[in-house]
T-cell receptor, first 109, second 116 residues
Framework: QKEVEQDPGPLSVPEGAIVSLNCTYS??????FMWYRQYSRKGPELLMYTYSSGNKEDGRFTAQVDKSSKYISLFIRDSQPSDSATYLC?????????FGKGNQVVVIP | GAVVSQHPSRVICKSGTSVKIECRSLDFQATTMFWYRQFPKQSLMLMAT?????????EQGVEKDKFLINHASLTLSTLTVTSAHPEDSSFYIC????????????FGPGTRLTVL
């Protein structure tokens, strides 16, 4: 089993829809959970960061962590064409940092 | 805010040549930097951890003599791809832990290497 599993998609949604992304992981040592957004041919940029189970909101973005199920999610409300990008989950702990494969999201105007 | 830069952003070279990629932390010091490689539609794969003042730590399967890393100062790490071959063509990205939260990473914009 891979450390981090993320369905690479792609995922197409109409503008204004809610985008739902998720990752599962197997390493219990992971304590910090991040979501990165990566535009084509660019480096990843940090979107959300959390270290506890529960929800964290930042504008249209909500990150959700369920440590008991080893499952994390990212929700994007009122999606915009500018949200079209690849979203990577990442998690770290015990001196390890692992990334998901990335989920390509296309928001159609 | 803190920024990590990379140079060059894109390089095309002939097979057998060596290519150096620079990673700089622009307004903070980074004793540790990370180098990743990303193939199309694949995740970031950690290649090595660059440590200022000491040898880099390489991930399993990454050739030390092929990918030379030098962390020359607290703001600069370089990755040299020696005797590059077409299979080395990839997107190389560096990152540095943020000053206030070491579990967060600032990523550079990446370097697209194409080996002909």
């Amino acid at each position: 089993q891979k450390e981090v599993e993320q369905d690479p998609g792609p995922l197409s949604v109409p503008e204004g829809a809610i985008v739902s992304l998720n990752c599962t992981y197997s390493n219990s040592a992971f304590q910090y959970f991040m979501w990165y957004r990566q535009y084509s041919r660019k480096g990843p940029e940090l979107l959300m960061y959390t270290y506890s189970s529960g929800n964290k909101e930042d504008g249209r973005f909500t990150a959700q962590v369920d440590k008991s199920s080893k499952y994390i999610s990212l929700f994007i409300r009122d999606s915009q064409p500018s949200d079209s990008a690849t979203y990577l989950c990442a998690m770290s702990g015990n001196n390890r940092l692992a990334f998901g494969k990335g989920n390509q999201v296309v928001v159609i105007p | 805010g803190a920024v990590v830069s990379q140079h060059p952003s894109r390089v095309i070279c002939k097979s057998g040549t060596s290519v150096k990629i620079e990673c700089r932390s622009l307004d903070f010091q980074a004793t540790t930097m990370f180098w990743y490689r990303q193939f199309p539609k694949q995740s970031l794969m950690l290649m090595a951890t660059s440590n200022e003042g000491s040898k880099a730590t390489y991930e399993q399967g990454v050739e030390k003599d092929k990918f030379l890393i030098n962390h020359a100062s607290l703001t600069l790490s370089t990755l040299t791809v020696t005797s590059a071959h077409p299979e080395d063509s990839s997107f190389y990205i560096c990152s540095a832990p943020t000053p206030l939260a070491s579990n967060e990473q600032f990523f550079g914009p990446g370097t697209r290497l194409t080996v002909l």
